[in-house]
Structure formats: C-alpha cells, structure tokens
C-alpha cells in the first residue's frame, strides 16, 4: 500500500500544491504551524473521506474558500487508483474513484489504508473512553466498509432519538415513535458490539505481544473490550442474544432517559479497558508506560490492516519520535522497514541519518 502524489486545492493552509512520495520513507520538515499536519491529515482524508483531527467537512476548507479538494494517486500490490474528493460549505461532499462516484464514503473501505501515531494518541491511555473508541471505530472502518456504514446509520437513529428525549414535553406526539427509535438503535448497537468484540480480541493479542518486545518482556499489556454491563464475553453471543441484552438495558434505562432527556441505554459508552500488569492504565501507569502502552496500541492496529490488506498501510507518524525516548524510537523506525512512512519533524538530518528518508519541505502551505 503506498501513496504516490497528492494533490490539494484550498485545503487547511494549501491554496494549491502537490506532493510527489517516495515509496519508502518521506521526512516532512518545516518550522511550527507551517502545514505538516495538514499535509498528513489530506492523506490520510483518502481514507475514509473523513479527517483524524474533526468530524466536520467545512473546518478542512480553507477560511477564505466556500469549496476544496483533494487528487491521491495510490496503489497496493494488485492496482493503481485515483481517489478524487471535493468539499463544499454549501453541498455534501462528493466522492470519486477512478472517475466513478461513490454513493458513500464507506465505498473507499479497503482501496487505500493509513494509519497513523501523534501526540495525542497518548489519550488513549489517559484520556476517556471516546478516545478509545474513536481508535476502534477508524480502524475497523478502514477494513470494513459495513461497518463504517453501520456507525453512520447508528449515529443518525442515535441523533433522532435524542430529540425525541429533549424535545417531547413541547411535542408529547413524539413519544409515539420512541420504542420503534429504541428498537432500530438496538439493533445497530448489536452488530457492533459483533464488530468491535472481534476487532478488540486481535487487538489485543497484537498489542500485547509489542508490548512485552518493546519493554523488554518486563510488562504485560491486557486491553479489554467493555460494552454493556450484562456482557462479559459478547464474542460467545449470538446477535440475537446481544440484541436481547440491549433491549433489556433499554428497558431498565427507559424511565431515566426520558427524566434526563438524553439516551443513557446503548454502545455510544463502550470502552476498551488498558490494564498493565493487572492494574488500570490510565491511573498507575508513568509516563513511559503510558508511551508504551499507546505505541503498541497503534502498531497493533498497523500489524491487523497489513494481515487483511495483504500488505503495510502506510504509516504517518506525526511529531511523535520527540515523545519518544531512543529505545523507543529505535523500535518504530525498525518496524516501518515493511511499507512506507510519512514522518512529521523539525530535525530532518538525524532522521533521515536513521531512516534514509526524502526530505519534503513545507513552509507557509507550499510544499517544496
């Protein structure tokens, strides 16, 4: 899986430039606030249609622009695409591969792959539960295009029912419809929950296996997927039964949702629980755990998309070798000899020393 040339049109700082990849390792440079972000957040926008740093389309456009788009060229073992992506402040995004138009951006699932490690994955440590499910949601959809349209389709019941909750005591004829939003709410929570326990349970193993070689076999990471509070092993359940178990919670919740106006019952809260060697992560850990924990996590998730694809996802890492100390910038830069890298830096000559890297400059949104 590879990238070879993006181009941008008023997207963040870029009012109109490209980049051509090398196949193996590009080092970004350029001072702070310059657009090396920006640059990896375009490529990794060939994803999924969909930013890693908001879920708005019309905070990616440029201030002074009402429209931008994004051209990638990519390629995995078997085929050559181009992916073309246009953002409007006034119209829903348009999607096209090969010149085809996709119906969704689900559509894109499997054509390109990335993933990506920055300073703030350290939250998936120390930071709520939305993090990490944040983490789970990406990746699965990067595999699977049902999911991902699984999690728009929640997402939007989900919204629905909200303002059946909040808006009824004005419009009491809305609470006719509230079991019927409840029962379809439960019903993509229940294909979910299937996903995400099967994801989490490689996750998991993966993880934990990079975790003992990076702290030298001295640390044992555990992640465990946490989803309604009835289940323990939701791999062990059949739809139908995880279906049954979120009705129940419905039910049990129905009251308390309507006093509270707000849903309470579902997979909106779900969690993966870090623990290392037996104790929560998030409270124990030091800050070298932490990094630890975090970079295994991301590798886990690089380590899953290449056994699905067949081959590496490219690998954006962003800033993050400065958060790392030298055994673990060590391993990282070991582990990327399989695909190709775009890296984010301010010293491009030590890491180019180490990795053999192109240099790509960017300054004021031109990528020189």
Known sequence: MRIDRIELRSFRNYRD??????????????????????????????????????????????????????????????????????????????????????????????????????????????????????????AISQLRPKYAELLAGFHRIYDQKVRILRDYRERPDMMDVLDEFSLNLAKYGAELIRYRASWCARAAEAAGDLHRDISGREERLQLRYRTISSVDEPLELSARELLDALLSQQERLRRAEIDAGQCLAGVQKDDIAVRIDGNEAGRFASQGQIRTAALSMKLAEWAICRAELGSAPVLLLDDVLSELDAVRQDYVLNSIQDGQVLITCCDEEEVCRRTGGTIIRVENGAIG
């Not at 085929?79 to 010149?99: A, C, G, H, M, P």
């Open 17 to 138: 430039a490209a980049c051509d990849f090398d196949p193996r390792v590009n080092v970004i440079t350029g001072r702070n606030a310059q657009g090396k972000t920006n640059l990896l957040e375009a490529v990794y926008y060939l994803v999924g249609a969909r930013s890693f740093r908001t879920r708005a389309d019309r905070d990616v456009i440029r201030l002074e622009d009402t429209e931008a788009a994004l051209t990638g060229r990519v390629a995995s073992e078997t085929r050559e695409q181009q992916i073309d992506i246009y953002l409007s402040r006034r119209e829903r995004k348009k999607i096209f591969v090969n010149s085809v138009r996709m119906k969704s951006a689900s559509e894109l699932a499997g054509r390109f792959a990335c993933t990506l490690f920055c300073p703030g994955d350290l939250d998936l440590i120390r930071g709520g539960a939305a993090e990490r499910r944040r983490y789970m949601d990406l």
